[in-house]
């Protein structure tokens, strides 16, 4: 397992150097620092809160190693003693509703019988959908994909949209983007192409949302931002309802300050919201599905 | 299953009664009225929102019945072909934090092999506590639960303790109140006070909650108001991360927005939040533990 802790390494100095680059597109905000350390390891959370752009956001690190549980062998269907894991995870949410929500993660997980594998993924959840920016959106991410593998991009986005979905609301998270887990090295990638990807992506993510950063100047009305709290709200309930990792996080008595450091600064919940006929929340509700081809959006006339 | 056709009946009733009790206690909040049907049966769900008094709340009415999948013969160790069940669930958040949000529930749960039982309780959840109102308030369940069993109180007090918990927060989500599940008829209770101690609850519901309702004259500060916006974010954390009935319900494909009414209008999330020394936030915090008395509670002076 010693190998690692290079890798490690890297995400620890990525971490730094994501917060620099987000710091610096805010222009106010700073980035916190609280280490942690429990009995199965430890991390380092950096949070931005009240910045120019960003409202709360968060980039944690951590590298945590043990004893592999039962359960963990039936989830992963693999036999092993023990297990060390490291990963970056952000989310970050802005002020104003026609800046993202931003979500990104990169891990790597090893066994000590041999097996190890990468996971990771970025994707995008606007209060309201603007086609040409979810557009811009995926061709970044295919740009990462296609220099490493030509099917990585239509795999992982895929899996992102199958992924970022709430079925008790029978819609996705947001515009997607790509997930990945239990990446390997096989004939095609080795080792050292598959951390170089999750490495690029790390990189990528503060530039891809600094450029998202810069609608902060867009005006904004009282009514934007009520939707924006709505949705929101429907970030919550994937977070706390869905999402694996946040289970298996509070589950593992991990460290809950540090997980749910995801949540946004608000949220809301109104009965029976409906917005507007042919209004952009509406248009926003109607592109949250799966299986939409983002980067061969025509906006109808 | 005929029976519980008498007892959905009541609890339609009480559903009624409960609202108008609210509505006059409100002074200006009116329910709507919304009819679900789906295939494992319907409902009756009764929304106000933006009262003088009461910010969100609901009073829901449903009657299911269907075939008993194995996954629910498991759950409940018991092997039948069909079940019904029919209950009111309320959950009601105020616009002023002075004003506790409060949860009552009542089910009735009959299988074709014969077995049924009654569940259900009553919990306070205080934004910021005041001993002496929470003694008050156990003070009525104590009274409800002693007309119809010596053990009653106790038992079902040290049940909420338990069950309105979060594990990841190492804290209650309020001061409790009762809970009970599975409760069936036995030598010294019979049927008839099983239904008599659920509409008893059912019945002194609304008129507990109007006492509460009076501190909505109380002033309070935007510091309180954003106290009140953390709490319920705890409350948000409770109802999608813990509770059973949630989680049964998401999963079961119910009606969404009907389940998801007991979210609160509003909820905030802070980055490793902690009040200002010796203020009554913290006192709060102190005082989300499990196995307080609150009927014997002293304040210390």
């Known amino acids: 397992l010693e190998h690692i802790k290079n890798i490690a390494a890297a995400f620890s100095e990525l971490q730094l150097e994501i917060c620099q680059k987000l710091e610096q597109a805010d222009g106010k905000g700073l980035f916190g620092k609280d280490n942690w350390n429990k009995e199965i390891g430890g991390g380092v959370t950096r949070v931005i809160q009240n910045g120019q752009v960003i409202e709360k956001g968060a980039v944690n690190f951590s590298f945590v190693e043990g004893k592999l549980s039962e359960r963990m062998e039936s989830v992963l269907g693999e036999k092993a003693d023990n297990y060390a894991a490291t990963g970056i995870s952000s989310i970050l949410h802005a002020h104003n509703p026609w800046v993202p929500t931003i979500h990104m993660n990169v ?13 990771g993924g970025i994707d995008l959840t606007p209060s309201i959908i603007v086609p040409g920016e979810a557009k811009w959106f995926h061709e970044q991410l295919k740009a990462i994909c296609d220099r490493f593998h030509p099917d990585f991009y239509s795999r992982f986005k895929k899996w992102a949209d199958d992924y970022y979905f709430l079925p008790h ?7 997607g983007g790509i997930f990945f887990d239990r990446l390997k090295p096989d004939e095609n990638v080795d080792f050292g192409q598959l951390f170089a990807f999750a490495e690029a992506q790390a990189k990528a993510y503060p530039d891809i949302y600094s450029e998202f950063m810069k609608n902060s100047n867009k005006a904004f009305t009282e009514r934007e ?5 709505l949705r929101r709200g429907r970030y919550v309930e994937f977070n706390l309802v869905n999402d694996r990792g946040t289970k298996f996080g509070l589950e593992s008595k991990g460290n809950t300050e540090s997980i749910l450091v995801s949540m946004p600064a608000n949220a809301a919940w109104e009965y029976n919201f409906s917005p507007p006929p042919g209004s952009l929340e509406e248009k926003t509700q109607e592109l949250l599905k799966k299986d939409i081809n983002w980067i061969g959006f025509k906006n109808k006339k």
Chains 1, 2 share one sequence.
């Open 169 to 175: 609301r029978d819609e996705t998270r947001g515009v």
């Open 107 to 119: 891990r790597y997980f090893v066994l000590d019988n041999g097996v190890s594998w990468f996971g």
């Open 225 to 229: 931002k009520h939707w924006q709290s």
